[in-house]
C-alpha cells in the first residue's frame, strides 16, 4: 500500500502527484475493484488513535481545495474527512466520479455473491492512495459489523456487504461507490490547513450524496468557514 506520508494531500512536488493521481484512475480501471478491503483493514487504515478533541479535529468535515491547489490532482476536489487523530487522517473524495457500474459486476470483480442484484451505481476515484480498495459512503442510518459512524448522519463500511445489500433493495437511504483514499500523515493535514491550502466546512448529506458532482466544489465553497 502507498503510505499517507508518500501519497497524501501535499500540493508539493505536483508533477509527481499527476503522475501518480493518473497512474491511480488507470489502475482502477484495469482492476475495476478486483480488490476489496476487510473489515479489519478498513479499521487498519484509519489513524489508529482517540480522536482528537477540541477543535482541531476535522472529522465530519469537508475540506475544500484552495486555489493553492489549482493545477494539481486535487484541484477543486472536495473531501470528506472520515476521520482525523494525532496520527494522521483519511478521507474520501466526493466529487472525482468516474462512471456508472452494475452492481453485479463490481460483486464479481470484489469476489462477492451477486446473485439476484440489480442496479448500477456511479463509481468515484475516491483518491490516490490504494485505488484498488473500496469504500462506500453512505447514510448513517445503515450499519454492520465494520461500519464507521463519522458524525452521526453519513458513515463508512467496506464494500462487499453494502454493495450486495444496495444490489437487493435494502441497502442505505443514500450512498457513494468509492475506490482509493486520500491520507495524511501526523500533523500533515495540520499543517496543510494551517498554510491555506484547504477551507473546511461541516459534512452536509446535501453536499455529500445529492449535488450535482460539477457544483459540489462551488457549493461547498461557498458554504466554507472564512
Known sequence: MVTSASLAASPCNLSDRRAAFANATRRWSLAAGAIVM???ALHAALPPSPDISGPTSFTGQ??????ALSGSPFERAVILIAQHNRDGALGIVINHPLDQRSVARL???LGANASGVKDNVRVFLGGPVSPEIAFVVHSAEYRVADTVDIDGRVALTAAPDVL???GLGKGPAKSLVAFGYAGWAALQLDDEIGRGDWYNTPEDPALVFDDDRSKVWIDAM?????
Open 38 to 40: 476487510s473489515a479489519g
Open 62 to 67: 469537508l475540506l475544500i481545495a484552495a486555489p
Open 222 to 226: 461557498a458554504r466554507r468557514k472564512p
Open 107 to 109: 460483486l464479481d470483480a
Open 164 to 166: 450486495r445489500d444496495i
